[in-house]
């Protein structure tokens, strides 16, 4: 499936979620749907914690140590933000659900791992990018209604957005007098090889990264 309609439909989702009867009677907020939104957060969170920590293992290579530290501090402020979430179901007299069958249904960002230290990072900007939308629905879906619910989510919105932050650094870092650089784009996971890319020095095929061919290519 097309990687944007995909994103569109998780986002089309998440947005369903919410508005599905939301405005009840008496204008109260439905427990059972508050929670049910908390718990689509929960397993967002739960997603970034196992994604991230995956990018913190398996990020190699000689440009990784900073990625590496980002992906650790991520994993561990995402695990912080699933706890406060997982409180506030249980204040809310719910059950933070933590069954890792359907995890990733309920989880608004997709668990996609990456095959390249630049691809981990493209990752983890689109499901960074997910949360904020998703969290932007779930403060006014609570409002005024549930001034508690929404504090969280904006203390967390507010956290996701250094998050991307700081991956749209790593990912568009440049130097002021040379061109753009991809300072990542050669890093690999141990395990991937260069089975089925272009012999050094060829021209890369189109989407696959190889600067140093590109260079190499280029007349002085
Ligand atoms: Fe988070
Ligand atoms: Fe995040």
């Known amino acids: 499936m ?9 986002r089309e989702r998440a947005r369903q979620r919410i508005t599905d009867g939301a405005v009840t009677d008496d204008y109260g907020l439905d427990r059972e749907q508050a929670i049910a939104v908390l718990n689509e957060a929960l397993a967002t969170e739960i997603v970034c914690v196992l994604r991230y920590r995956f990018h913190y293992y398996m990020a190699t290579g000689i440009h990784s140590q900073s990625a590496k530290e980002e992906f650790l501090e991520h994993a561990q402020e995402e695990q912080e933000h699933a706890d406060w979430i997982a409180e506030r179901i249980k204040q809310l007299g719910g059950k933070p659900e933590m069954n890792p069958a359907g995890l990733t249904d309920r989880s608004h960002s997709e668990y996609k791992e ?20 998703s969290y932007r629905e779930m403060v006014r879906f609570f409002g005024d209604r549930d001034p508690t619910s929404r504090r969280l989510m904006e203390r967390i919105l507010a956290v996701e957005e250094e998050h991307a932050d700081d991956i749209a650094d790593l990912l568009f870092s440049q130097s002021e007098d040379e061109e753009p650089r991809k300072l990542y784009a050669k890093d690999e996971v141990p395990e991937t090889s260069r ?20 260079r190499a290519a280029k007349p002085s």
């Open 195 to 214: 089975a089925g890319k272009p012999a050094r020095g060829s021209t890369p095929a189109p989407g696959v990264a190889d600067d140093g061919a590109a």
């Open 114 to 133: 990456g095959t390249s230290l630049l691809d981990m990072l493209k990752e983890d900007l689109i499901a960074e990018r997910i949360a904020i939308e």
């Open 2 to 10: 097309n990687h944007v309609r995909k994103v569109q439909e998780i």
